[in-house]
């Protein structure tokens, strides 16, 4: 028999990765021989300058993250070092690229373990600012489907065939079950504890009271606008590290910038199905672009477009690999009984 901690970490960790394994197998399977070799003619002959580019600029968006959350620490009443919240934010980055929204609760442990911030308070902070990302994501998802309707519902479309819903030949995706399975299992795994763990209710109730401290921490800021700037960077940031990349091939370079939101759309909603978005991100915004390449030739726009998809993917991926380890080793862990009294005073 699974103990429930198995199903919940099975849930968690497993299916996601299988799923990202299976669109890996079939990011490759449904490219023939001929769009094989263009895709990695196109991967070998891009113009990594503006790759590298891109990845300076994600370093930027990182390190006004890391600025932007100590807005939100100040009211609390924690004085933290910058590069402790950014090595957490890094950390809690790298964690999420193994077990999905497992991120967030390391970078709370992390910061905890560096400046002694209560988990549950600066968890709070952390679910403010993924509340805030969220409404911008979501505008910059409403925005791209009123400059481009159109294309905006064909491309959806196509993603429902493609991941979601029927296939060409009529039948039913088997992802499709795999996502509804995960959901499934996770929905009643959390209602068995509410329901029959009366001590994990309590502990939930106080958990979500400091949770909501730290959400209207944001409104207590000393200086809003700097919380609002920082969050125009950190998205401007990364729309231009993703747009970047198109000058990197020249047969992507005259996609017009709705068709790059468009991509940065799809790319982020492949992160919320896989572990890092592995399988998903690189079919997704290679679905994209080949929409925009146009269908004269489907096979080289899917060779291009998942190239495309795949050289984005990677370098990020790669650039939160790297930053992530160089965290794990250079964050302090030194936080003592006097820096705890410390904080208490300041309070």
């Not at 196109?42 to 300076?56: G, H, L, P, R, T």
């Not at 020249?250 to 992160?271: D, R, S």
Request: glycine share 8%; charged share 15%; hydrophobic share 50%.
């Amino acid at each position: 028999m699974f103990s429930k901690k198995n199903i919940l970490t099975f849930s968690k960790t497993v299916l996601p990765l299988l799923l990202g394994v299976y669109l890996i197998w079939f990011f490759f399977s449904s490219m023939s021989k001929e769009s094989l070799d263009l895709f990695y003619k196109a991967i070998k002959e891009a113009n990594y300058f503006w790759i590298v580019i891109s990845m300076i600029l994600g370093v930027v968006a990182y390190f006004s993250r890391a600025y932007r959350w100590d807005y939100v620490l100040k009211p609390l009443g924690y004085e933290t070092k910058f590069w402790n919240r950014y090595h957490a934010i890094m950390i809690g980055y790298l964690v999420n690229l193994t077990i999905p929204r497992a991120g967030e609760a390391s970078r709370s442990a992390m910061l905890y373990r560096s400046d002694g911030v209560p988990f549950s308070n600066s968890f709070g902070t952390i679910i403010a600012e993924r509340a805030v990302d969220f409404a911008m994501l979501l505008g910059i998802g409403f925005l791209t489907a009123f400059l481009g309707m159109d294309d905006f519902w064909e491309i959806k479309s196509r993603i429902e065939t493609e991941f979601g819903g029927s296939t060409a030949e009529g039948g039913t995706s088997i992802v499709k079950y795999i996502i509804y399975a995960v959901i499934l299992i996770l929905f009643l795994g959390a209602g068995y504890f509410v329901v029959f763990k009366k001590e994990f209710r309590k502990k939930l109730m106080a958990f979500a009271w400091d949770v909501w401290k730290g959400l209207f921490s944001i409104f207590r800021s000393k200086n809003p606008l700097g919380y609002v700037l920082h969050t125009l960077i950190i998205w401007g940031c990364y729309i231009v590290m993703f747009a970047l990349p198109f000058q990197s091939l020249a047969e992507t370079q005259e996609i017009h910038f709705n068709g790059i939101l468009l991509g940065f759309c799809a790319g982020a909603l492949g992160i919320a199905f896989t572990n890092g978005g592995v399988g998903t991100y690189p079919l997704l915004v290679g679905l994209v672009v080949a929409f925009y390449l146009g269908d004269e030739n489907k096979s080289d726009a899917q060779a291009i477009g998942n190239a495309l998809g795949m050289i984005i993917w990677i370098s990020q991926t790669l650039l939160l690999i790297l930053l992530g380890l160089l965290s794990l080793v250079l964050l302090p862990k030194n936080y003592s009984k006097e820096n705890k009294d410390e904080q208490t005073e300041l309070r």
